[in-house]
């Protein structure tokens, strides 16, 4: 069994519990929290699971990583704490452990990553001998393995698109939402996550990642960026109202360029409620959230994946599947050489043990 840390216990630190829980080759060894409040209480109550596990979660990271995990799922999130974020994985590489976590952006694809993020890691690794493997859904699986896998089946490929499509009322972070996808202000606020360059610095490394395993050379990387106001106002079932004229929808892409023409492209189609932007892409089932891959070429190929957890939610859906990825990526990374790991090194591979366990 491989002691396995869970580090961060918000929407996607509540799935790793449960994904380390439920897998037949780790054994949760810790549960590291922030807030003080939730220090003392047993995991199995921190995953929703309505059973205790009998593990205490802790704020002592000191004390914890001086254990010396072999394993630990990095679950705090890094959109407002990039710095943090990046000491954090670090301080526990540098300890020993194998990291996976879905939280540094520019870490996705590790040979096209900035020196300020990857020279600390190696360096990490170097020392202490841990390992790092960063990915999650969208960036994640949903723009690397399924799309590359998808590709594999046609005989002539035209051009790849990834797609996100969701309402994002149904998101459990208000915060990020509001202020950093810019639902419900004004169409002067400038939010920080769609700010000139951003999206292409954190899903900028899928196009470089997809274009590699694909063999082709990038002209460049490019983005768009379409906003949509809100016709009226709304009221949603978890944020609460939004007023008419306030940002209602956002649609951008990520566009790799081979030979002037856009052939590697991940889309976002985000609304804060279904009424905004009907005319763009919508879930074909007209739920609330999916991922669509589409490969253009003979045959034409989509494949749409709907993922819902804790209660049917769809964003709960997503970073349940993120952190799948991860953890059942934990057994892999433990056998493997110390390193930077990115997915294209890192199979996805068939639930072993795991059908028809509860």
Same mark, same amino acid.
């Given at each position: ?8 216990? !918000? ?10 829980? /439920? ?5 949760? +060894? ?13 995991? !199995? ?5 309505? @059973? ?34 990046? +000491? ?13 976590? #879905? ?11 900035? /020196? ?34 998808? *590709? ?6 035209? /051009? ?30 400038? #939010?920080?996550?769609?700010?000139? *360059? ?52 956002? @649609? ?30 919508? #879930?074909?089932?007209? !739920?609330?959230?999916?991922? @669509?891959?589409?490969?253009?070429? @003979? ?15 769809? *964003? ?39 059908? !028809?366990?509860?």
């Amino acid at each position: 069994m491989i002691p396995t840390v869970v580090w961060g216990t !918000g929407n996607v630190g509540r799935a790793a519990l449960r994904a380390v829980e /439920a897998h037949p080759d780790l054994t949760l +060894a810790a549960v590291l929290v922030h807030n003080p409040a939730k220090a003392g209480r047993d995991a !199995g109550e921190l995953a929703g699971l309505g @059973r205790k596990l009998g593990v205490a979660a802790s704020d002592d990271v000191g004390a914890v990583l001086a254990a010396r995990p072999r394993a630990v799922v990095y679950a705090a999130s890094g959109d407002l704490r990039p710095d943090d974020a990046l +000491a954090d994985v670090v301080r526990a590489v540098r300890a020993g452990a194998v990291v996976v976590t #879905p939280a540094l952006y520019a870490l996705y694809d590790r040979l096209g990553a900035p /020196a300020e993020f990857r020279d600390p890691v190696l360096a990490a690794v170097a020392e202490g001998g841990g390992s790092l493997f960063v990915s999650g859904v969208d960036p994640g699986w949903a723009n690397d393995v399924l799309p590359l896998l998808v *590709s594999g089946l046609g005989s002539t490929v035209d /051009a790849i698109r990834c797609q996100e499509i969701f309402d994002y009322s149904t998101y459990d972070q208000e915060d990020s939402v509001r202020h950093l996808i810019g639902m419900g202000h004004p169409m002067e606020y400038e #939010p920080p996550m769609l700010a000139p *360059s951003v999206p292409t610095m954190v899903w900028g490394g899928q196009i470089r990642l997809m274009a590699r395993a694909l063999g082709v050379q990038l002209d460049e990387v490019d983005e768009t960026l379409e906003r949509r106001p809100l016709d009226e106002a709304v009221r949603t079932r978890t944020m609460g109202d939004f007023a008419a004229g306030t940002q209602g929808a956002v @649609r951008f892409e990520v566009r790799g360029i081979v030979e002037g023409e856009p052939r590697i492209v991940i889309e976002h189609v985000t609304r804060i409620h279904p009424s905004c932007a009907r005319d763009w892409p919508s #879930p074909p089932d007209g !739920g609330d959230g999916a991922h @669509r891959v589409i490969v253009e070429g @003979r045959p034409r190929v989509e494949v749409t994946v709907e993922a819902t957890d804790e209660d049917e939610n769809r *964003s709960a859906g997503g970073n349940a599947t993120a952190v799948g990825r991860l953890v059942n990526a934990v057994d892999w990374l433990v056998n493997a050489e110390p390193g930077l790991y990115d997915a294209l090194d890192v199979p996805l591979r068939p639930a072993a043990g795991r059908l !028809g366990r509860k």
